[in-house]
């Protein structure tokens, strides 16, 4: 293989963060593949560099500002109260408010945002970031053990400078989150190899091609429990090539989550370290810039094998490395065959036996086969500086140069702006991105319950713990027990205490407070005065 330019992404401090006791999710399995990495003699080969931590303002290129505000200021003792009894941005188990989550979030951000200015730049033709590739987070709330989506924000920094960005994903879980993101554009193709069926996030299949702009754009590989080496591979060469035919891509972005391989402990495939490591080979011979992103992966020492040897083969060297592992700090977790090897296991692949893995490679290159062809785009100077830099009102690294005035006009334009989103929401009747069950849709249409499925259980869970019906079948963010009375034109609350006078009191909303407080209701100002027994539960400011 030719020589190749190769930066490797690696901040010290990734190793030291649990997601909680038990949790399947651990960041120490980056600091293990670094550690292998370093045994087998590969960091004097590349580019060693600690990523910039990514900053708020860089994260909200995706994310909301609130999102990222709770983030930045959550904690293990402050989530119930912040996540409003977990109804909002964090939901279910899969994702807890451990200590230094944001430092978490930081780091894995920041590797991938450098790794796109790095190939951006030219300076490199491949680039690694482990500790990236977290695909299923989504604008305003976390999923699947992913909090910042680093790969969307990557994904936006390349779009600066290239016309096109491939992005093909190998974790075992589809990539919802990517998708989502770039469900409308045709700038940015989105390639899944994923289980479907009963399978965390629920999303994924063939009829999900893409939108507007973007339909035909989104690519999707569902597939079945088993998936051997040689079947993967029957399917991954020849769509990919298709892809990298019809749409030209400037540069591609590999999702390498380890929990498709065999043995994983979430995974339900039966593919080798070899055959997972073939997609970085194929897609390195290419000869187009390319950026390796971790992912998925929860059997750790399984993790840290295939993550070492995939950094050999963007090296070009897998083939000169010895399979006896070499002496590490953590090389008793290895045994105890002591190899650098994940075999495969006795499963049948479900894929081969009921036919279904031609049919889904046919669908596929059907759809990449009535793309006109690859996307043209009108490119301009890319800018180095934001516009309040190049004006002079602000360094980005200056937390003190915004005035409290800037600040205060800041924060109301962002409370108009969400305002009035909620008004067009409420009005448009377009299909909610959220997934929503109901007990009895013939009888109520309108009496529906938030639910999310669970990347441990891979059921869904009720994440409205109150049980209150929906809103127009749409998500509501304050809840209030606040309701308008046209008679006095005053705001009316239930009081705190109702059971003590044995009937239902309300009195005069505190308004600045309620919003405060996010509409909950809190302090009466006038008295208590009766109100009838048909008081709607499911009222809101």
Same mark, same amino acid.
């Given at each position: 293989?030719?020589?190749?330019?190769?930066?490797?992404?690696?901040?010290?401090?990734?190793?030291?963060?649990?997601?909680?006791?038990?949790?399947?999710?651990?960041?120490?399995?980056?600091?293990?593949?670094?550690?292998?990495?370093?045994?087998?003699?590969?960091?004097?080969?590349?580019?060693?560099?600690?990523?910039?931590?990514?900053?708020?303002?860089?994260?909200?290129?995706?994310?909301?500002?609130?999102?990222?505000? =709770?983030?930045?200021?959550?904690?293990?003792?402050?989530?119930?109260?912040?996540?409003?009894?977990?109804?909002?941005?964090?939901?279910?188990?899969?994702?807890?408010?451990?200590?230094?989550?944001?430092?978490?979030?930081?780091?894995?951000?920041?590797?991938?945002?450098?790794?796109?200015?790095?190939?951006?730049?030219?300076?490199?033709?491949?680039?690694?970031?482990?500790?990236?590739?977290?695909?299923?987070?989504?604008?305003?709330?976390?999923?699947?053990?992913?909090?910042?989506?680093?790969?969307?924000?990557?994904?936006?920094?390349?779009?600066?400078? !290239?016309?096109?960005?491939?992005?093909?994903?190998?974790?075992?879980?589809?990539?919802?989150?990517?998708?989502?993101?770039?469900?409308?554009?045709?700038?940015?193709?989105?390639?899944? =190899?994923?289980?479907?069926?009963?399978?965390?996030?629920?999303?994924?299949?063939?009829?999900?091609?893409?939108?507007?702009?973007?339909?035909?754009?989104?690519?999707?590989?569902?597939?079945?429990?088993?998936?051997?080496?040689?079947?993967?591979?029957?399917?991954?060469?020849?769509?990919?090539?298709?892809?990298?035919?019809?749409?030209?891509?400037?540069?591609?972005?590999?999702?390498?989550?380890?929990?498709?391989?065999?043995?994983?402990?979430?995974?339900? =495939?039966?593919?080798?370290?070899?055959?997972?490591?073939?997609?970085?080979?194929?897609?390195?011979?290419?000869?187009?810039?390319?950026?390796?992103?971790?992912?998925?992966? !929860?059997?750790?020492?399984?993790?840290?094998?295939?993550?070492?040897?995939?950094?050999?083969?963007?090296?070009?060297?897998?083939?000169?490395?010895?399979?006896?592992?070499?002496?590490?700090?953590? =090389?008793?977790?290895?045994?105890?065959? !002591?190899?650098?090897?994940?075999?495969?296991?006795?499963?049948?692949?479900?894929?081969?036996?009921?036919?279904?893995?031609?049919?889904?490679?046919?669908?596929?290159?059907?759809?990449?086969?009535?793309?006109?062809?690859?996307?043209?785009?009108?490119?301009?100077?890319?800018?180095?500086?934001?516009?309040?830099?190049?004006?002079?009102?602000?360094?980005?690294?200056?937390?003190?140069?915004?005035?409290?005035?800037?600040?205060?006009?800041?924060?109301?334009?962002?409370?108009?702006?969400?305002?009035?989103?909620?008004?067009?929401?409420?009005?448009?009747?377009?299909?909610?991105?959220?997934?929503?069950?109901?007990?009895?849709?013939?009888?109520?249409?309108?009496?529906?319950?938030?639910?999310?499925?669970?990347?441990?259980?891979?059921?869904?869970?009720?994440?409205?713990?109150?049980?209150?019906?929906?809103?127009?079948?749409?998500?509501?963010?304050?809840?209030?027990?606040?309701?308008?009375?046209?008679?006095?034109?005053?705001?009316?609350?239930?009081?705190?205490?109702?059971?003590?006078?044995?009937?239902?009191?309300?009195?005069?909303?505190?308004?600045?407070?309620?919003?405060?407080?996010?509409?909950?209701?809190?302090?009466?100002?006038?008295?208590?005065?009766?109100?009838?027994?048909?008081?709607?539960?499911?009222?809101?400011?």
């Amino acid at each position: 293989m030719s020589k190749r330019r190769v930066a490797y992404y690696y901040d010290g401090d990734v190793g030291s963060f649990t997601y909680g006791l038990g949790h399947p999710m651990k960041p120490h399995r980056i600091r293990i593949t670094h550690d292998l990495v370093s045994a087998y003699d590969m960091l004097d080969k590349m580019h060693i560099l600690r990523p910039k931590r990514a900053s708020p303002e860089a994260m909200t290129s995706f994310h909301t500002d609130e999102y990222v505000h =709770f983030l930045n200021r959550v904690t293990p003792e402050t989530a119930e109260q912040l996540t409003y009894h977990g109804t909002r941005f964090l939901m279910g188990e899969d994702n807890p408010a451990f200590e230094g989550v944001f430092d978490f979030c930081t780091i894995s951000a920041g590797g991938s945002i450098c790794a796109a200015q790095r190939i951006s730049s030219g300076a490199v033709d491949i680039a690694i970031n482990w500790a990236g590739g977290l695909h299923h987070a989504k604008k305003r709330e976390a999923s699947g053990f992913c909090y910042i989506n680093d790969i969307v924000l990557g994904i936006l920094e390349l779009l600066r400078t !290239y016309s096109r960005v491939l992005y093909i994903d190998i974790d075992c879980h589809h990539g919802d989150g990517v998708e989502e993101a770039f469900y409308t554009t045709d700038r940015v193709m989105t390639c899944s =190899f994923h289980k479907f069926g009963e399978y965390f996030p629920g999303t994924g299949t063939q009829d999900d091609c893409g939108r507007g702009k973007g339909k035909g754009y989104a690519v999707n590989v569902p597939l079945k429990d088993g998936l051997t080496d040689e079947a993967f591979k029957s399917i991954f060469e020849p769509i990919v090539s298709k892809c990298m035919q019809v749409f030209a891509p400037s540069v591609v972005v590999l999702q390498c989550g380890a929990d498709s391989l065999a043995g994983d402990k979430l995974g339900c =495939f039966n593919i080798t370290m070899h055959g997972h490591a073939h997609c970085v080979q194929f897609l390195r011979k290419q000869n187009i810039p390319l950026i390796l992103l971790g992912g998925g992966g !929860y059997t750790i020492k399984n993790v840290a094998r295939v993550w070492t040897y995939e950094t050999a083969c963007a090296l070009g060297i897998e083939d000169t490395i010895d399979e006896k592992l070499p002496w590490n700090e953590y =090389f008793e977790w290895f045994g105890p065959r !002591y190899r650098l090897e994940v075999p495969e296991n006795n499963m049948e692949d479900l894929n081969v036996r009921d036919g279904s893995l031609d049919k889904v490679r046919t669908t596929a290159l059907e759809q990449l086969g009535a793309l006109p062809g690859p996307p043209s785009v009108g490119m301009h100077d890319v800018p180095r500086e934001s516009l309040g830099q190049h004006l002079g009102y602000w360094d980005d690294g200056d937390e003190n140069s915004r005035n409290e005035l800037d600040e205060r006009l800041a924060q109301y334009s962002r409370l108009v702006y969400n305002l009035q989103e909620e008004e067009e929401s409420d009005e448009s009747d377009d299909t909610d991105p959220y997934q929503w069950e109901s007990d009895d849709d013939s009888a109520d249409r309108r009496r529906r319950h938030r639910t999310r499925m669970s990347i441990l259980t891979n059921k869904h869970v009720d994440v409205d713990p109150d049980g209150h019906p929906g809103r127009k079948g749409r998500r509501r963010f304050f809840r209030s027990d606040t309701q308008w009375d046209e008679t006095y034109k005053r705001a009316l609350a239930r009081s705190a205490n109702p059971e003590a006078f044995g009937l239902r009191t309300v009195g005069i909303m505190d308004i600045p407070g309620a919003m405060e407080r996010g509409g909950r209701a809190g302090s009466i100002i006038e008295g208590d005065m009766n109100i009838d027994d048909e008081w709607e539960d499911n009222t809101s400011l």
